[in-house]
């Protein structure tokens, strides 16, 4: 395996789960315990590259070779699927509805914006799967795919080990299907895994008072606050601070939701901070389908669901007691604030809120940004500053 070459790459949904994707590719984005890639990367035991936008190509460079395997950033890995693309041959491609799931080609051009996969598609030998693929590829997919990836990434991270000592302060039913890392601190919690898999990572901490229903991930350095709620199945990323009720919920990373307040059927980027008595509706009043922002179509879509809160994305926040519509959607590095319910759908870098909106400054975005990231002893590189630049002079941002 060591002379083969893998490679995520993003096809056309990547501007079906803007906002998300505007800061990294879609390999990166969190759904279960872990992001796509990492479910790759433990799966086969390599390390991927990626093929994604130019501008984000700094960050998450592209590596060729002469033999290389790609793989749709949209997909999720099982034994079956991983087994198919290793036994893929140069000039074979799987393929399921025309998506490209994987082809195994000599030659990419590396300078190329995108990925053309249909022309790819049209001169491979294609092998057809015999069980339907899991895919992320709308924003609403991070969501509903969670529980059943948050299982999954549970066995894979768990498999042959043992979980450490889960202190006799807790209430606790069905203690097998607890996992606690190393340097992890649970003491008088609650913890319900009747219903799916609790994972709690090295050094988070769940403090007391709380009570959660599996499936659940905390992740590495994260901490539950006294007294929080949190139903299934959320997912809370590494180095985040979170409290108060939290139902069916995705949080990628390094945010902040650290006071009372609801987010329910939820996604939440990396380096947010959610005000005090924040809350989210996540089912109208007349139980009618909720329609959420596409970028894609530049129009609100109909999701056919009847539940779906908040899609934020990377470095947004927004003010005590705000308060969130049914279906919003948040670009990158907005900041949301005042009495009564913003608009569905808030651009990036937009200030204020049910009032109106004005220009976010980049200037004065990435000074906050750099503020925010210093209190956790992380530098903001200009690697992702140049993004954030990058991101402010789009026009549809």
Same mark, same amino acid.
């Given at each position: 395996?060591?002379?083969?070459?893998?490679?995520?790459?993003?096809?056309?949904?990547?501007?079906?789960?803007?906002?998300?994707?505007?800061?990294?590719?879609?390999?990166?984005?969190?759904?279960?315990?872990?992001?796509?890639?990492?479910?790759?990367?433990?799966?086969?035991?390599?390390?991927?590259?990626?093929?994604?936008?130019?501008?984000?190509?700094?960050?998450?460079?592209?590596?060729?070779?002469?033999?290389?395997?790609?793989?749709?950033?949209?997909?999720?890995?099982?034994?079956?699927?991983?087994?198919?693309?290793?036994?893929?041959?140069?000039?074979?491609?799987?393929?399921?509805?025309?998506?490209?799931?994987?082809?195994?080609?000599?030659?990419?051009?590396?300078?190329?914006?995108?990925?053309?996969?249909?022309?790819?598609?049209?001169?491979?030998?294609?092998?057809?799967?015999?069980?339907?693929?899991?895919?992320?590829?709308?924003?609403?997919?991070?969501?509903?795919?969670?529980?059943?990836?948050?299982?999954?990434?549970?066995?894979?991270?768990?498999?042959?080990?043992?979980?450490?000592?889960?202190?006799?302060?807790?209430?606790?039913?069905?203690?097998?299907?607890?996992?606690?890392?190393?340097?992890?601190?649970?003491?008088?919690?609650?913890?319900?895994?009747?219903?799916?898999?609790?994972?709690?990572?090295?050094?988070?901490?769940?403090?007391?008072?709380?009570?959660?229903?599996?499936?659940?991930?905390?992740?590495?350095?994260?901490?539950?606050?006294?007294?929080?709620?949190?139903?299934?199945?959320?997912?809370?990323?590494p180095h985040c601070r979170?409290?108060?009720?939290?139902?069916?919920?995705?949080?990628?990373?390094?945010?902040?939701?650290?006071?009372?307040?609801?987010?329910?059927?939820? #996604?939440? *980027?990396?380096?947010? &901070? =959610?005000?005090?008595?924040?809350?989210?509706? +996540?089912?109208?009043?007349? @139980? %009618?389908?909720?329609?959420?922002?596409?970028?894609?179509?530049?129009?609100?879509?109909?999701?056919?669901?009847?539940?779906?809160?908040?899609m934020m994305g990377d470095?947004?926040?927004?003010?005590?007691?705000?308060?969130?519509?049914?279906?919003? #959607?948040? *670009?990158?590095?907005? &900041? =949301?604030?005042?009495?009564?319910?913003?608009? +569905?759908?808030?651009?990036? @870098? %937009?200030?204020?809120?049910?009032?109106?909106?004005?220009?976010?400054?980049?200037?004065?975005?990435?000074?906050?940004?750099?503020?925010?990231?210093?209190?956790?002893?992380?530098?903001?590189?200009e690697i992702d500053a140049?993004?954030?630049?990058?991101?402010?002079?789009?026009?549809?941002?």
């Amino acid at each position: 395996m060591a002379d083969r070459n893998f490679i995520l790459f993003d096809d056309d949904c990547r501007d079906h789960l803007l906002p998300f994707t505007f800061t990294r590719p879609v390999s990166e984005i969190r759904v279960g315990i872990l992001t796509i890639r990492e479910k790759w990367q433990r799966s086969m035991n390599v390390k991927p590259s990626y093929l994604t936008q130019p501008y984000l190509r700094k960050k998450f460079p592209l590596t060729t070779s002469d033999v290389n395997f790609l793989i749709n950033g949209s997909v999720l890995p099982d034994p079956r699927l991983v087994s198919l693309v290793l036994a893929l041959k140069p000039g074979e491609a799987i393929v399921e509805n025309d998506i490209l799931i994987a082809a195994c080609v000599e030659n990419i051009d590396a300078e190329a914006d995108n990925l053309d996969t249909q022309a790819l598609i049209s001169i491979s030998k294609v092998i057809e799967t015999a069980t339907p693929g899991r895919f992320v590829r709308k924003l609403t997919d991070i969501i509903s795919k969670n529980g059943e990836a948050l299982r999954d990434d549970y066995k894979l991270i768990t498999y042959g080990r043992r979980s450490t000592t889960i202190f006799e302060s807790n209430r606790v039913t069905n203690r097998h299907d607890i996992f606690v890392e190393e340097g992890a601190i649970v003491e008088f919690a609650y913890l319900n895994a009747s219903k799916g898999p609790i994972y709690i990572g090295r050094n988070a901490e769940i403090m007391e008072g709380s009570m959660i229903r599996g499936p659940f991930a905390l992740c590495e350095g994260s901490i539950v606050k006294m007294g929080t709620r949190i139903y299934y199945p959320t997912t809370i990323g590494p180095h985040c601070r979170v409290a108060g009720e939290i139902n069916n919920t995705v949080i990628f990373g390094y945010t902040n939701k650290a006071h009372d307040g609801f987010l329910g059927h939820a #996604v939440i *980027g990396e380096w947010c &901070n =959610i005000g005090a008595d924040t809350n989210n509706s +996540n089912l109208k009043n007349d @139980y %009618s389908n909720i329609r959420l922002w596409d970028y894609a179509s530049w129009k609100f879509e109909n999701t056919g669901l009847q539940f779906c809160g908040l899609m934020m994305g990377d470095h947004s926040k927004c003010g005590i007691n705000t308060m969130f519509n049914t279906g919003s #959607v948040v *670009g990158v590095s907005a &900041n =949301i604030f005042g009495n009564g319910f913003p608009r +569905n759908f808030i651009p990036s @870098y %937009s200030w204020g809120g049910p009032a109106g909106f004005t220009d976010y400054k980049v200037d004065k975005a990435l000074s906050v940004a750099k503020l925010m990231m210093e209190r956790r002893g992380i530098d903001l590189e200009e690697i992702d500053a140049e993004i954030l630049k990058y991101i402010y002079e789009l026009p549809n941002r």
